[in-house]
Structure formats: structure tokens, C-alpha cells
């Protein structure tokens, strides 16, 4: 489908539109301008390029595991960096998502064999 004509899409843009009518308005700074640049150059744009690179060369199952479990470690890169303690939901629910990918992972693995 033409994602021009696709009607949740025109929905998803409008709800955006919406909310963004109860927004402050932004105060725009060199600094601000920094860290968005910073953020699609190098968090976002060179880990894209490094993980389509790194993925090639393993297995399915690897590349699916580390794909979905990257967001879940991203509080532990930020208490390493930054020394802010998730809290005990945070990581009960972290546990949980672990668990149900491995196992999913896992259960898929053997059925393809």
C-alpha cells in the first residue's frame, strides 16, 4: 500500500499534529542543536551502520537476540556511565522481557531444525 494513501498513517500524523498543539514552545540553543546532531549522527546513524556491518556474519537466532535485547540493557549503559539506578520494576520488567525473548528465541531455534 502507497504509504501516502494509507489512512493509519495519515491517523498517526494527525494524533502527532494534535498533540503537539499542547507543547510549550521549544526554546531552540546551539547546545539543543548539538545534541540533536550528536544523537542522529553518532547514537542513532553510526550504531545503525556498525550493527548492519556486525550482523552479517551470525546466526539468525544471534542476530534476532541481540536486536531485541539492546533496548532492555540500555539502563545498565546508564548506570555504568552515569551511576542512575534503575528501579526495582525497572528491572523486574527487564528480567521478564529477557526471559520471553531468550525462550521465544529459543523455542523457534528448535522448531527451524
Known sequence: MNQSTDPILSL???????ASLFLSALHFTLKAA???????????GAAAVLF???????S???ANLVAVIEP???PVGVFL???ERPGL??????AIIIAAVTGASIINARRAQ
Request: glycine share 12%; proline share 2%.
Open 12 to 18: 498517526a500524523h494527525w494524533l502527532t499534529v494534535a
Open 60 to 62: 539468525t537466532f544471534s
Open 34 to 44: 548539538g545534541a540533536i546532531a550528536n544523537l542522529g549522527i553518532f547514537q542513532i
Open 89 to 94: 520494576t525497572a528491572i523486574a520488567g527487564g
Open 81 to 83: 556511565a552515569l551511576g
Open 52 to 58: 548492519t556491518h556486525a550482523i552479517k556474519p551470525i
Open 72 to 74: 532492555v540493557f540500555n
